[in-house]
T-cell receptor
Framework: DSGVTQTPKHLITATGQRVTLRCSPRSGDLSVYWYQQSLDQGLQFLIQYYNGEERAKGNILERFSAQQFPDLHSELNLSSLELGDSALYFC??????????????FGEGSRLTVL | AQSVTQLGSHVSVSEGALVLLRCNYSSSVPPYLFWYVQYPNQGLQLLLKYTTGATLVKGINGFEAEFKKSETSFHLTKPSAHMSDAAEYFCAVSEVGYDMRFGAGTRLTVKP
């Protein structure tokens, strides 16, 4: 158990809909990262937050947004869903914002299926 | 920009045989390098990491990796495979402070 909690574990929805994925980092970790894992794209970095502030952006679509709340939990919002958004979405946390000196602790992921 | 290439999307070995998973990286500055393992229906967990210092790093479960700057490689090895090693393995590189880029992954199968 990494200490990172993600909900829901599974989610099935229809095209055009909007969903919210939630992540609670390990106790004491200030950074939260979101990754998308799909068969064709592999593990893609989406976005990072550190202590409530956006720190880095990766391959995140404009239809997606995220935020980190004062209690450090984070939410990833996916809107106008398309079939291609079906994937496993991982949240990871780390103690520091400077990732080079730390490691990532991953949750078990939220599997999104868009029909 | 930083990137990693994992050679071989699938590797199959017999139980007790040597495990060798290959990773080459591209980085404009001295990189930090990582190997993560993903078991079915689980998140990724860290096997080992190279930051600075000794180029041969040892990780959990008997795995080790050697950083070779001249070859821009960070291959993962284990002398004797165990059935429980069957999983997907990801090499990752961190160049700047806020980002970690993962390779496409290598699925390891261990035959009895």
């Amino acid at each position: 158990d990494s200490g990172v909690t993600q909900t829901p574990k599974h989610l099935i929805t229809a095209t055009g809909q909007r969903v919210t994925l939630r992540c609670s980092p390990r106790s004491g970790d200030l950074s939260v990262y979101w990754y998308q894992q799909s068969l064709d794209q592999g593990l893609q970095f989406l976005i990072q937050y550190y202590n409530g502030e956006e720190r880095a952006k990766g391959n995140i679509l404009e239809r997606f947004s995220a935020q980190q709340f004062p209690d450090l939990h984070s939410e990833l919002n996916l809107s106008s869903l398309e079939l291609g958004d079906s994937a496993l979405y991982f949240c990871a946390s780390s103690v520091v914002g400077e990732l080079r000196s730390g490691e990532l602790f991953f949750g078990e992921g939220s599997r999104l299926t868009v029909l | 920009a930083q990137s990693v290439t994992q050679l071989g999307s699938h590797v199959s070995v017999s139980e007790g045989a040597l495990v060798l998973l290959r990773c080459n990286y591209s980085s404009s500055v001295p990189p930090y390098l990582f190997w993560y393992v993903q078991y079915p229906n689980q998140g990724l967990q860290l096997l080992l990491k190279y930051t600075t210092g000794a180029t041969l790093v040892k990780g959990i479960n008997g795995f080790e990796a050697e950083f070779k700057k001249s070859e821009t490689s960070f291959h993962l090895t284990k002398p004797s495979a165990h059935m429980s090693d069957a999983a997907e393995y990801f090499c990752a590189v961190s160049e700047v402070g806020y980002d970690m880029r993962f390779g496409a992954g290598t699925r390891l199968t261990v035959k009895p």
